[in-house]
Protein backbone atom coordinates (compact mmCIF):
# COMPACT_ATOMS: atom_id res chain seq x y z
CA UNK A 1 0.00 0.00 0.00
CA UNK A 2 1.23 3.76 -0.92
CA UNK A 3 1.88 5.06 2.37
CA UNK A 4 2.94 8.26 1.24
CA UNK A 5 0.93 11.34 2.56
CA UNK A 6 0.49 14.06 -0.18
CA UNK A 7 0.16 17.65 0.46
CA UNK A 8 -3.16 17.92 -0.64
CA UNK A 9 -4.17 15.59 1.85
CA UNK A 10 -2.00 17.25 4.57
CA UNK A 11 -3.73 20.60 3.30
CA UNK A 12 -7.30 19.26 3.72
CA UNK A 13 -6.53 18.07 7.21
CA UNK A 14 -5.18 21.13 8.57
CA UNK A 15 -8.38 23.01 7.16
CA UNK A 16 -10.89 20.04 9.00
CA UNK A 17 -8.85 20.55 11.94
CA UNK A 18 -7.87 24.25 12.26
CA UNK A 19 -11.07 25.40 9.83
CA UNK A 20 -10.21 29.00 10.84
CA UNK A 21 -6.87 28.18 8.20
CA UNK A 22 -8.87 26.90 5.60
CA UNK A 23 -8.68 29.91 3.10
CA UNK A 24 -4.94 30.38 4.02
CA UNK A 25 -4.50 26.34 2.83
CA UNK A 26 -6.51 27.27 -0.30
CA UNK A 27 -3.84 29.70 -0.42
CA UNK A 28 -0.81 27.43 -0.33
CA UNK A 29 -2.66 24.68 -2.41
CA UNK A 30 -2.77 27.93 -5.26
CA UNK A 31 1.14 27.95 -4.73
CA UNK A 32 1.88 24.62 -4.96
CA UNK A 33 0.01 24.34 -8.42
CA UNK A 34 1.93 27.18 -9.79
CA UNK A 35 5.60 26.21 -8.37
CA UNK A 36 6.12 22.80 -11.33
CA UNK A 37 5.34 25.70 -13.83
CA UNK A 38 7.80 27.62 -12.53
CA UNK A 39 10.74 25.01 -11.90
CA UNK A 40 10.01 23.96 -15.71
CA UNK A 41 10.52 27.78 -16.60
CA UNK A 42 14.17 27.34 -14.57
CA UNK A 43 15.05 24.35 -15.72
CA UNK A 44 14.61 25.16 -19.62
CA UNK A 45 15.31 28.93 -19.23
CA UNK A 46 18.74 28.42 -21.13
CA UNK A 47 16.93 26.54 -23.84
CA UNK A 48 14.14 29.32 -23.95
CA UNK A 49 17.05 32.05 -23.66
CA UNK A 50 15.74 33.93 -20.87
CA UNK A 51 18.18 33.28 -17.94
CA UNK A 52 20.80 36.18 -18.20
CA UNK A 53 20.61 39.48 -19.45
CA UNK A 54 19.06 41.69 -17.20
CA UNK A 55 16.08 43.54 -18.69
CA UNK A 56 15.44 46.70 -15.97
CA UNK A 57 16.10 46.95 -12.39
CA UNK A 58 12.82 46.35 -9.45
CA UNK A 59 12.60 49.35 -7.18
CA UNK A 60 15.25 48.73 -5.17
CA UNK A 61 17.90 49.06 -8.37
CA UNK A 62 18.60 45.20 -8.12
CA UNK A 63 18.72 43.90 -11.59
CA UNK A 64 15.21 42.62 -12.97
CA UNK A 65 15.49 39.22 -15.75
CA UNK A 66 13.22 38.40 -18.06
CA UNK A 67 12.57 35.28 -16.12
CA UNK A 68 12.00 36.90 -12.55
CA UNK A 69 9.19 38.76 -14.56
CA UNK A 70 8.35 35.48 -16.02
CA UNK A 71 7.74 33.77 -12.33
CA UNK A 72 6.48 37.02 -10.65
CA UNK A 73 3.67 37.16 -13.60
CA UNK A 74 2.43 32.79 -12.88
CA UNK A 75 2.29 33.70 -9.34
CA UNK A 76 0.72 36.49 -9.33
CA UNK A 77 -2.13 35.29 -12.09
CA UNK A 78 -2.59 32.14 -9.70
CA UNK A 79 -3.46 34.45 -6.44
CA UNK A 80 -5.75 36.04 -8.62
CA UNK A 81 -8.45 33.19 -7.63
CA UNK A 82 -7.46 32.65 -4.75
CA UNK A 83 -8.72 34.74 -1.24
CA UNK A 84 -6.29 37.28 -1.58
CA UNK A 85 -6.90 40.71 -0.59
CA UNK A 86 -3.32 42.08 -1.46
CA UNK A 87 0.14 41.08 -2.56
CA UNK A 88 3.15 42.88 -2.73
CA UNK A 89 5.99 41.20 -4.98
CA UNK A 90 10.00 42.11 -5.12
CA UNK A 91 8.95 42.69 -8.76
CA UNK A 92 6.00 45.38 -7.85
CA UNK A 93 6.82 48.96 -6.77
CA UNK A 94 3.43 48.83 -5.31
CA UNK A 95 1.08 46.62 -3.59
CA UNK A 96 -1.40 45.08 -5.48
CA UNK A 97 -5.10 45.21 -4.70
CA UNK A 98 -6.91 42.12 -5.87
CA UNK A 99 -10.64 40.81 -4.12
CA UNK A 100 -11.88 43.46 -1.34
CA UNK A 101 -13.69 40.42 0.47
CA UNK A 102 -10.72 38.36 0.78
CA UNK A 103 -8.88 37.63 4.05
CA UNK A 104 -5.44 37.36 3.41
CA UNK A 105 -2.45 39.16 2.54
CA UNK A 106 0.64 37.57 0.70
CA UNK A 107 4.21 39.12 -0.17
CA UNK A 108 6.27 37.20 -2.65
CA UNK A 109 9.91 36.81 -3.68
CA UNK A 110 8.88 35.19 -6.91
CA UNK A 111 12.34 34.10 -7.91
CA UNK A 112 14.95 34.43 -5.46
CA UNK A 113 18.79 34.36 -6.38
CA UNK A 114 18.39 34.45 -10.00
CA UNK A 115 21.73 36.01 -10.39
CA UNK A 116 23.02 32.10 -9.67
CA UNK A 117 20.62 30.73 -12.74
CA UNK A 118 23.28 30.71 -15.70
CA UNK A 119 25.36 28.45 -12.90
CA UNK A 120 22.80 25.98 -12.59
CA UNK A 121 22.68 26.86 -8.52
CA UNK A 122 19.14 26.20 -6.91
CA UNK A 123 16.44 29.20 -6.87
CA UNK A 124 13.60 29.60 -5.51
CA UNK A 125 10.24 31.37 -4.73
CA UNK A 126 9.08 32.59 -1.15
CA UNK A 127 6.32 33.76 0.44
CA UNK A 128 4.66 35.24 3.83
CA UNK A 129 0.43 35.23 4.01
CA UNK A 130 -0.54 37.27 7.11
CA UNK A 131 -4.63 37.74 7.67
CA UNK A 132 -6.05 41.33 6.62
CA UNK A 133 -5.91 43.82 9.21
CA UNK A 134 -8.12 46.46 9.38
CA UNK A 135 -7.15 47.16 5.86
CA UNK A 136 -5.41 45.55 3.25
CA UNK A 137 -2.68 48.33 2.98
CA UNK A 138 -1.86 48.73 6.33
CA UNK A 139 -1.84 44.68 7.39
CA UNK A 140 1.59 44.74 5.70
CA UNK A 141 3.49 47.46 8.47
CA UNK A 142 2.05 45.01 11.38
CA UNK A 143 4.91 42.86 12.42
CA UNK A 144 6.24 39.27 11.21
CA UNK A 145 4.92 37.69 14.50
CA UNK A 146 1.24 38.55 12.50
CA UNK A 147 2.04 35.84 9.84
CA UNK A 148 -0.37 33.44 9.73
CA UNK A 149 2.01 30.90 7.50
CA UNK A 150 5.29 30.90 5.62
CA UNK A 151 7.51 29.28 3.43
CA UNK A 152 9.37 28.67 0.37
CA UNK A 153 9.92 26.44 -2.82
CA UNK A 154 13.17 25.42 -3.83
CA UNK A 155 14.10 24.79 -7.97
CA UNK A 156 17.21 22.31 -7.55
CA UNK A 157 18.11 19.12 -8.22
CA UNK A 158 14.45 18.46 -6.71
CA UNK A 159 12.02 20.73 -6.49
CA UNK A 160 11.38 21.34 -2.68
CA UNK A 161 8.40 23.12 -0.62
CA UNK A 162 9.38 23.91 2.72
CA UNK A 163 5.99 24.91 4.36
CA UNK A 164 5.71 26.44 8.13
CA UNK A 165 1.93 26.57 8.95
CA UNK A 166 -0.07 25.85 12.39
CA UNK A 167 2.83 25.98 14.06
CA UNK A 168 5.29 23.23 13.06
CA UNK A 169 7.58 23.10 9.64
CA UNK A 170 7.00 20.24 7.15
CA UNK A 171 9.23 19.56 3.75
CA UNK A 172 7.56 18.60 0.51
CA UNK A 173 8.99 16.84 -2.69
CA UNK A 174 7.37 17.35 -5.57
CA UNK A 175 7.00 13.88 -7.63
CA UNK A 176 6.77 15.22 -11.23
CA UNK A 177 5.24 12.09 -12.79
CA UNK A 178 2.14 12.69 -10.09
CA UNK A 179 2.22 15.97 -10.25
CA UNK A 180 1.48 16.40 -6.88
CA UNK A 181 4.23 17.24 -3.49
CA UNK A 182 5.07 14.70 -1.02
CA UNK A 183 5.47 14.87 2.56
CA UNK A 184 9.34 13.86 2.85
CA UNK A 185 10.14 15.25 6.22
CA UNK A 186 7.79 16.16 8.48
CA UNK A 187 8.09 18.73 11.66
CA UNK A 188 11.86 19.01 10.79
CA UNK A 189 14.06 20.65 13.82
CA UNK A 190 16.90 22.50 13.41
CA UNK A 191 20.02 21.18 15.35
CA UNK A 192 20.20 23.79 18.06
CA UNK A 193 24.14 23.68 17.93
CA UNK A 194 25.98 23.07 14.15
CA UNK A 195 29.29 24.88 13.99
CA UNK A 196 29.16 25.46 10.32
CA UNK A 197 28.29 29.58 9.49
CA UNK A 198 27.54 31.26 5.89
CA UNK A 199 28.30 34.38 5.21
CA UNK A 200 29.58 36.49 2.18
CA UNK A 201 32.85 36.54 3.53
CA UNK A 202 34.52 38.68 0.77
CA UNK A 203 32.79 41.22 2.62
CA UNK A 204 34.69 40.99 5.38
CA UNK A 205 36.01 44.66 5.50
CA UNK A 206 33.36 45.91 5.03
CA UNK A 207 30.73 44.77 8.41
CA UNK A 208 30.62 46.07 11.66
CA UNK A 209 32.80 45.31 14.77
CA UNK A 210 30.22 42.76 16.19
CA UNK A 211 30.17 40.28 13.25
CA UNK A 212 33.32 40.37 12.29
CA UNK A 213 34.47 39.23 16.06
CA UNK A 214 32.38 36.46 15.95
CA UNK A 215 33.81 35.50 12.20
CA UNK A 216 37.45 35.85 13.25
CA UNK A 217 36.43 33.58 15.81
CA UNK A 218 34.87 31.27 13.96
CA UNK A 219 37.74 31.27 12.22
CA UNK A 220 40.54 30.80 14.84
CA UNK A 221 38.59 27.52 15.50
CA UNK A 222 40.00 25.45 18.38
CA UNK A 223 42.57 28.09 19.25
CA UNK A 224 39.73 30.97 19.30
CA UNK A 225 37.33 31.58 22.12
CA UNK A 226 34.60 29.27 21.24
CA UNK A 227 36.53 26.60 20.91
CA UNK A 228 35.23 24.68 18.28
CA UNK A 229 36.42 23.93 14.74
CA UNK A 230 33.78 25.75 11.92
CA UNK A 231 33.08 25.04 8.69
CA UNK A 232 31.96 27.19 6.31
CA UNK A 233 29.25 27.14 3.07
CA UNK A 234 28.55 30.20 0.86
CA UNK A 235 25.86 29.47 -1.94
CA UNK A 236 25.11 33.01 -2.42
CA UNK A 237 20.91 31.71 -2.53
CA UNK A 238 18.84 32.53 -0.08
CA UNK A 239 16.23 29.29 -0.02
CA UNK A 240 19.16 26.95 -0.92
CA UNK A 241 20.89 28.24 2.38
CA UNK A 242 18.27 27.71 4.48
CA UNK A 243 17.24 24.26 3.26
CA UNK A 244 20.21 23.58 3.87
CA UNK A 245 20.20 25.08 7.92
CA UNK A 246 16.84 23.61 8.28
CA UNK A 247 18.70 20.38 7.29
CA UNK A 248 22.01 20.39 9.51
CA UNK A 249 21.84 23.36 11.61
CA UNK A 250 24.54 26.29 10.95
CA UNK A 251 24.32 30.10 11.13
CA UNK A 252 23.53 32.10 7.98
CA UNK A 253 24.15 35.71 8.01
CA UNK A 254 23.47 38.46 6.04
CA UNK A 255 24.70 41.63 8.05
CA UNK A 256 24.66 45.61 7.85
CA UNK A 257 27.76 46.64 6.11
CA UNK A 258 29.46 49.78 5.36
CA UNK A 259 28.70 49.61 1.20
CA UNK A 260 26.52 52.06 -0.11
CA UNK A 261 23.10 50.25 0.05
CA UNK A 262 23.90 48.24 2.67
CA UNK A 263 23.48 49.97 5.81
CA UNK A 264 20.64 48.16 6.37
CA UNK A 265 21.88 44.61 4.97
CA UNK A 266 20.92 43.40 1.76
CA UNK A 267 17.48 40.73 1.98
CA UNK A 268 14.27 42.70 2.20
CA UNK A 269 12.27 42.30 5.02
CA UNK A 270 8.77 41.31 4.08
CA UNK A 271 9.19 38.87 1.59
CA UNK A 272 12.68 37.37 2.74
CA UNK A 273 13.31 38.12 6.39
CA UNK A 274 9.99 37.35 7.68
CA UNK A 275 8.86 34.57 6.22
CA UNK A 276 12.74 32.85 6.46
CA UNK A 277 12.57 33.90 10.75
CA UNK A 278 8.77 32.42 11.13
CA UNK A 279 10.52 29.05 9.13
CA UNK A 280 13.27 29.23 11.05
CA UNK A 281 11.13 29.67 14.64
CA UNK A 282 9.08 27.02 13.88
CA UNK A 283 11.26 24.77 13.12
CA UNK A 284 12.99 25.69 16.57
CA UNK A 285 15.55 28.11 15.62
CA UNK A 286 15.89 31.58 15.30
CA UNK A 287 16.55 34.38 13.55
CA UNK A 288 17.71 38.09 14.44
CA UNK A 289 19.49 41.20 13.03
CA UNK A 290 22.07 40.21 15.89
CA UNK A 291 19.91 43.35 18.63
CA UNK A 292 16.37 42.29 17.69
CA UNK A 293 14.15 39.45 16.91
CA UNK A 294 13.59 39.66 13.19
CA UNK A 295 9.38 38.38 13.90
CA UNK A 296 8.90 41.73 15.85
CA UNK A 297 9.72 44.35 13.57
CA UNK A 298 7.56 45.79 11.36
CA UNK A 299 7.98 47.06 7.93
CA UNK A 300 8.75 50.71 7.67
CA UNK A 301 8.71 50.79 3.88
CA UNK A 302 7.61 47.91 1.48
CA UNK A 303 10.83 47.09 -0.15
CA UNK A 304 13.07 47.56 3.16
CA UNK A 305 16.26 46.02 4.04
CA UNK A 306 17.13 44.22 7.20
CA UNK A 307 20.46 42.06 8.37
CA UNK A 308 19.71 38.81 8.96
CA UNK A 309 21.50 36.33 10.90
CA UNK A 310 19.52 32.84 11.23
CA UNK A 311 19.53 29.35 12.04
CA UNK A 312 20.57 27.26 15.26
CA UNK A 313 19.38 28.61 18.02
CA UNK A 314 22.34 28.33 20.01
CA UNK A 315 24.17 29.66 17.10
CA UNK A 316 21.82 32.82 16.79
CA UNK A 317 22.56 33.56 20.46
CA UNK A 318 26.14 33.41 20.26
CA UNK A 319 25.92 36.29 17.54
CA UNK A 320 23.44 38.20 19.05
CA UNK A 321 26.24 37.84 22.64
CA UNK A 322 28.84 38.90 20.28
CA UNK A 323 26.39 42.19 19.37
CA UNK A 324 26.04 42.62 23.07
CA UNK A 325 29.68 42.55 23.25
CA UNK A 326 31.31 44.71 20.69
CA UNK A 327 31.04 48.21 20.04
CA UNK A 328 28.58 48.28 16.66
CA UNK A 329 30.44 50.82 14.39
CA UNK A 330 31.99 50.28 10.87
CA UNK A 331 35.83 49.81 10.81
CA UNK A 332 35.68 52.55 8.03
CA UNK A 333 33.94 54.75 10.98
CA UNK A 334 36.22 53.84 13.84
CA UNK A 335 39.44 51.37 13.22
CA UNK A 336 40.24 50.13 16.79
CA UNK A 337 36.77 48.83 18.01
CA UNK A 338 36.65 47.67 21.66
CA UNK A 339 36.41 43.42 21.86
CA UNK A 340 35.51 42.03 25.26
CA UNK A 341 34.85 38.03 25.88
CA UNK A 342 32.74 36.68 22.50
CA UNK A 343 30.96 33.94 23.81
CA UNK A 344 29.48 34.99 27.22
P1 LIG B 1 17.67 38.84 -4.96
O1 LIG B 1 16.53 39.02 -4.00
O2 LIG B 1 18.00 40.08 -5.70
O3 LIG B 1 17.53 37.63 -5.82
O4 LIG B 1 18.98 38.65 -4.06
C1 LIG B 1 18.95 37.86 -2.93
C2 LIG B 1 20.16 36.96 -2.89
O5 LIG B 1 20.42 36.38 -4.14
C3 LIG B 1 20.00 35.89 -1.85
O6 LIG B 1 19.36 34.75 -2.37
C4 LIG B 1 21.42 35.65 -1.42
O7 LIG B 1 21.49 35.25 -0.08
C5 LIG B 1 22.08 37.00 -1.60
O8 LIG B 1 21.31 37.72 -2.52
C6 LIG B 1 23.47 36.90 -2.11
O9 LIG B 1 24.04 38.15 -2.07
P2 LIG B 1 25.58 38.41 -2.42
O10 LIG B 1 25.69 38.28 -3.90
O11 LIG B 1 25.82 39.81 -1.94
O12 LIG B 1 26.42 37.41 -1.69
Known amino acids: MDQRRTLHSCLIA ?45 TDGDSQKEIDIAADRIIRQTLVSLPVAAVVSEELEAPELLSSSADLCIAIDPLDGSANLENNVSVGTIFSIRKKGKDAL ?37 DWHANEFVLTTASVRVP ?74 RLRLL ?45 VRAVDAVHESVEPMFESDAPLFARRGLFR
Open 192 to 265: ADTPEFAINASNRRHWMGPVRAYIDDCLAGQGGESGKDYNMRWIGSLVAESLRILMRGGVFLYPSDARPGYREG
Open 14 to 58: TASQTPALASVVAVIAGLADAAPEIAELVATAPIRGITGEAVGTN
Open 138 to 174: SSFFEPGTMQVAAGFFVYGPQTTLVLALDGKVDIYTL
Open 271 to 315: YEAHPMALVMEWAGGAATTGRHRILDLSTRALHQRVPLIMGSARG
